[in-house]
């Protein structure tokens, strides 16, 4: 989000400037609702704090050393990973059923949605700067590199750290539901990798539809979502709505930011 802001200014097209607007009120509230969600399982004893510190560091690292214009590459890149994983979760019936507790899918719906919409925003603007094709591509390759490293160590981790592991035929039943995971599969990772080929722009998958059918879904007249708003009515089609909704929250919108013709 940072990285979007600091091109802000640069950005002389008024479309794109009110998504820009769209983009950082959706991810600052998808932010602290985040934030009151880890807290929450910090309570019930996970180490998410300790978790979020160290991503802190590292992408206060990152800001440090890179220039503004590769951070912004960068973010354009994980844009693109939140934007398929959303695109998984609100086509795959198999996905959504992973979650243990209907507020925390219902925290993530939001968030998929909301990721959908404003896919292409940091793409468009790192591409309004004058961003290249080659620091693209590779800050994409490094980062996905980077991800499945860092998964990798985090699971290692959690099962060393976990009693359960240890328990005869543990282990392998977790692998044979792994291999049959919806999120850890092929397509998944060709859709990661799309971003590479040359030209290519997020809204070559075009998630109009998809978009327009879990807003209706979610926030539409019998929106399953609808008692976590207080505000946000008059919801005009196409337009970047930032709404707040969380975990046992029924807190409220603060404003109808970006039209979003683009999708
Ligand atoms: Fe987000
Ligand atoms: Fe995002």
């Known amino acids: 989000m940072r990285s979007v802001r600091s091109?802000?200014?640069?950005?002389?097209?008024?479309?794109?400037?009110?998504?820009?607007?769209?983009?950082?009120?959706?991810?600052?509230?998808?932010?602290?609702?985040?934030?009151?969600?880890?807290?929450?399982?910090?309570?019930?004893?996970?180490p998410t704090k300790q978790v979020e510190?160290?991503?802190?560091?590292?992408?206060?690292?990152?800001?440090?050393?890179?220039?503004?214009?590769?951070?912004?590459?960068?973010?354009?890149?994980?844009e693109h990973f939140t934007a398929t994983l959303a695109e998984l979760l609100l086509t795959s019936e198999e996905a959504r059923a992973l979650f243990g507790h209907e507020e925390v899918k219902n925290l993530f719906l939001w968030h998929a949605l909301e990721e959908s919409e404003h896919k292409a925003v940091a793409f468009d603007?790192?591409?309004?700067?004058?961003?290249?094709?080659?620091?693209?591509?590779?800050?994409m390759k490094l980062l996905r590199l980077t991800f499945v490293l860092g998964i990798a160590v985090q699971v290692t981790a959690a099962l060393l750290l976990d009693r359960a592991t240890y328990?005869?035929?543990?282990?392998?039943?977790?692998?044979?539901?792994?291999?049959?995971?919806p999120v850890v599969n092929r397509k998944v990772w060709d859709q990661l990798r799309e971003y590479d080929r040359p030209d290519f722009h997020p809204d070559d998958r075009d998630t109009t539809a998809l978009v327009e059918r879990w807003r209706v879904e979610l926030f539409g007249e019998h929106g399953t979502l609808n008692d976590k708003l207080t505000g946000a009515t008059d919801r005009a089609d196409g337009h970047l709505d930032v709404l707040i909704v969380g975990p046992g929250r029924a807190s409220a919108l603060s404003s109808r930011t970006a039209s979003n013709s683009t999708q």
């Open 125 to 139: 603007v790192y591409k309004a700067v004058g961003g290249s094709e080659r620091m693209r591509v590779v800050t």
């Open 7 to 46: 091109f802000r200014d640069q950005v002389k097209d008024p479309e794109l400037k009110r998504q820009v607007a769209g983009f950082i009120g959706q991810e600052a509230l998808h932010g602290r609702e985040h934030r009151a969600f880890n807290d929450r399982l910090a309570e019930l004893g996970f």
């Open 167 to 181: 328990r005869r035929g543990n282990l392998r039943r977790s692998w044979r539901r792994l291999r049959r995971s």
């Open 53 to 78: 510190r160290i991503i802190k560091k590292v992408i206060a690292i990152r800001e440090r050393l890179l220039s503004p214009k590769s951070n912004l590459a960068a973010t354009a890149a994980y």
